[in-house]
């Protein structure tokens, strides 16, 4: 084994208290996603080592790539903490490399190395300038960076840094509950909760047969994309059905989108604190429609007092639309199949919606007992990276 990725932390290093905890949580997350792989973890309190099979190292990567609460990572030569050594393998890892200027940082880490920091730079400095031509040094903007930290026994060389996608591990923070639907948004706005930390479940909402199992899958799958950046996510998924067919039946059309979010939010709230949540994360952006105006979000936001996080609340379309297609729900979400908010449209949905009007309406129907109906009949499935199965959380 001579080289090794070399994990640092960023963000989570300034949460003093907690450092145990999300360290922990950074390891427990990276020996899960690397299970498959040869991998032997450490952890320190600076950083963690994954040692590596040369063959899946890009694989490595690409999964690395997607765990929150990384901020860089690099691939570093390990070398034992001798002179000789230091010098040969600088020359040799540089010698490969194409650049004009560069620079060496050394960090004696070991103070009983006989060289000092400064020293060393200066020695493997002159030692590149005299085996390579054509480069100088630049010790503000050079092409090429040289790491050098020397240990008590080992010392680590390395010149790429890799950005980590940032964030905090997931499970550093309790549990939000995704509204997800089929659309662009809210696999977004999810993949942002879970950025700073949030474990995260799903809730589909599915009005079969005004929607399809094609519909259903479609959800599926886009949680399965989630699950790359967390070990699985319990998709819930509700019977909306009768709800939604009493909603149009009984209650004026301009108001049916308006008392349609309301009782998806009612049943949030249950599903939430049935399952030890603490928030509601759903894709609602300002301004998109009619049932996102301000007025609308606050009407509808009235019938609980759970936290609503909306991550893409303040994001552009086009903003939103980046992002879907770096975390690859893109495709899958402009898939044209229905969605239970776009099959029973009304012709001009209330912009400006009043909450006494939606209470009105809303006493035209025994909504309570179907909501406690509709709670009662959850199918929850188990989604991972790898499989989906039906779970029986009772
Ligand atoms: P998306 O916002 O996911 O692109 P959309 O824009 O069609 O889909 P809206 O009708 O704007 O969805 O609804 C706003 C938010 O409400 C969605 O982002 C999602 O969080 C939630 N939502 C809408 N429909 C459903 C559903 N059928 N099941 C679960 N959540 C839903
Ligand atoms: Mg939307």
């Known amino acids: 084994m001579d080289r090794v990725i070399l994990i640092k932390y960023g963000e989570l290093s300034t949460k003093k208290g907690n450092r145990n905890f999300f360290i922990n949580t950074l390891y427990n997350n990276l020996v899960n996603k690397l299970k498959k792989y040869d991998v032997v973890i450490k952890k320190d309190r600076a950083r963690m080592y994954v040692t590596f099979n040369d063959k899946q190292l890009e694989e490595i990567k690409k999964v690395i790539d ?55 730079n200066q020695l493997l400095g002159g030692l590149i300038l005299k085996n390579i031509k054509g480069v100088k040094v630049d010790v503000h903007c050079p092409e090429l960076l040289v790491k050098v930290e020397i240990r008590e026994k080992k010392t ?129 952006s300002i301004g998109q429609v009619a049932s996102q105006t301000l007025t609308s979000m606050a009407v509808i936001n009235s019938v609980t007092n759970i936290p609503v996080i909306r991550p893409v609340a303040c994001l552009d379309k086009l903003e939103i639309i980046d992002l879907a297609r770096k975390i690859d729900t893109f495709d899958i979400s402009i898939l044209p199949y229905e969605d239970c908010c776009t099959v029973f449209v009304p012709k001009h949905p209330v912009i400006n919606p009043r909450e006494d009007v939606a209470l009105v309406e809303e006493e035209k129907f025994d909504y309570q007992a179907m909501i406690l109906e509709a709670v009662e009949n959850i199918n929850t499935i188990k989604v991972s990276e790898e499989e989906s199965e039906f779970v029986d959380l009772l």
Not at 82 to 93: C, W
Not at 224 to 235: A, G, H, V
């Open 66 to 120: 997607n765990i929150f609460g990384i901020h860089m990572y690099h691939i570093a030569y390990i070398i034992e903490s001798k002179e000789e050594d230091i010098k040969n393998k600088v020359l040799e890892i540089v010698t490969k490399e194409k650049f004009k200027s560069f620079k060496v940082e050394t960090k004696r880490c070991d103070k009983n190395f006989s060289i000092h920091s400064q020293d060393m």
């Open 156 to 284: 680590f060389v390395y010149l790429n840094a890799f950005a980590g996608s940032g964030g905090y591990p997931v499970g550093t923070q309790s549990k939000g509950m995704l509204m997800l639907s089929g659309g662009i948004d809210s696999p977004v706005a999810g993949y942002l909760a879970m950025k700073r930390g949030v474990t995260l479940e799903a809730v589909y909402f599915e009005a079969i047969p005004h929607t399809s199992l094609d519909a259903r899958n479609k959800v599926i799958s886009l949680t399965k994309k989630l699950s790359k950046f967390t070990n699985y996510i319990n998709l819930h998924i509700v019977n909306f059905t009768p709800i939604q067919e009493a909603i149009y039946k009984n209650c004026r059309e301009d108001y049916c989108i308006t008392i349609m979010r309301r009782m998806m939010y009612r049943i949030m709230e249950i599903i939430v604190r049935k399952h030890g949540g603490k928030v509601i994360v759903n894709g609602e």
